[in-house]
């Protein structure tokens, strides 16, 4: 039997073993600002609105404000500057590389950088069209996205109706 206020080697071993889980939660939280799976990125064209396109998609999850003014949710995507407030009705690829089963309608709310394509450092294929972020609440959602439906989706563009 231990007095009050002491402790065995057993609770101070739990303990750390806490917070270190804690700590590594916390970790992955945070480290969530865009989660594509380890693909390299591959050249695509950038996206058209006549027709439904392959895209590169990954995910981004950080919480705030968007280029529209709106908060962050899911329904929200980063894309070219100038696709803001149009919508893209996002579809899976099949495994013949054929147009999949829709996904959604994803509102146009936000812009960003990118992935770097030409190895300056510096992203570039939101900005150019080539790529998109769909916004997830967390990074395990992002896991779950990209596990889901992959790196890329096809997407059609289409005029929203605000």
């Known amino acids: 039997m231990t007095a009050p206020g002491s402790f065995t080697w057993e609770s101070n071993v739990m303990k750390k073993l806490k917070i270190t889980i804690l700590v590594i939660l916390l970790l992955a939280v945070c480290n969530c600002s865009s989660v594509s799976a380890k693909y390299t990125y591959k050249e695509v064209a950038p996206a058209c609105f006549e027709e439904p396109q392959k895209i590169r998609c990954t ?10 003014g709106q908060e962050t949710r899911y329904g929200i995507v980063a894309g070219k500057a100038e696709w803001l407030g149009y919508i893209a009705e996002i579809n899976q690829i099949n495994e013949d590389g054929s147009i999949g089963p829709l ?36 990074l395990w959602e992002a896991y779950n996205w990209v596990g889901t439906y992959g790196d890329y989706v096809y997407i059609k563009i289409v005029k929203g109706e605000g």
């Open 59 to 68: 995910c981004y999850c950080e919480h705030g404000i968007t280029a529209t």
């Open 103 to 138: 996904i959604g309608y994803f509102e146009f709310a936000d812009t960003g950088a990118g992935m770097d394509s030409d190895g300056d450092g510096k992203g570039d294929t939101i900005k150019d069209g080539k790529s998109i972020d769909v916004w997830v609440d967390n």
